[in-house]
């Protein structure tokens, strides 16, 4: 189809900013548990878990422990960006022709220049998008209030006996 292009980001960045969105949602909530996280999202728990390792590690979330327990972000959602969630999960969204062979050794390509270029564009994109800035658009808000319907339907937190 003309205008697609083929470049995707994988699923271990994917999957890492959809459970720091989780995070920032549900923020002011408390700790969240990588549980309710991979029930929520439908992400494997064993897969949070390595993600979450790294995202440790990168300082963008911090462990609490206890009841009560589970994970917070380590800064304020207005200070984490798209980049910083997929750099962390060592993740690249680079468009460059490294590994091409038409691209090894010394020289670079005809078009490895234009492929640099659309990373730098890439990049920059994605760290202009803080956490609490993506949370603020009207879609994203409409599709919190879906899934959150969801939820309370599937896991109802009372019971009515009425």
């Known amino acids: 189809m003309p205008g697609n292009f083929p470049m995707r980001l994988s699923t271990k960045g994917r999957y890492a900013v959809t ?6 949602i549900h923020e002011s909530g408390g700790p969240v548990t990588l549980a309710d996280i991979s029930r929520c999202q439908h992400i494997s728990l064993s897969y949070l878990e390595q993600l979450f390792s790294k995202l440790r590690r990168g300082n ?8 009560g327990g589970g994970y917070r972000l380590a800064r304020p959602a207005s200070e984490i960006t798209v980049a910083a969630i997929i ?16 691209c090894g050794g010394q020289d670079a390509c005809l078009t490895h220049e234009l492929w640099c270029g659309l990373s730098r564009r890439i990049y920059n994109f994605l760290d ?4 609490e800035a993506f949370l603020g658009r ?4 409409e ?6 319907d ?9 019971v009515d006996l009425g």
Not at 87 to 96: G, H, K, N, P
Not at 138 to 141: R, T
């Open 19 to 24: 459970a720091m969105m989780d995070l920032a």
């Open 60 to 67: 963008l979330v911090r462990g609490v422990r206890g009841p």
């Open 87 to 102: 750099a962390a999960v060592d993740e690249s969204v680079d468009a460059t022709c490294r590994g091409d062979s038409n």
């Open 128 to 131: 202009g998008i803080s956490l």
């Open 138 to 141: 009207a879609s994203v808000q």
């Open 143 to 148: 599709l919190i209030r879906r899934q959150n």
């Open 150 to 158: 969801d939820v309370d339907r599937r896991f109802p937190t009372h």
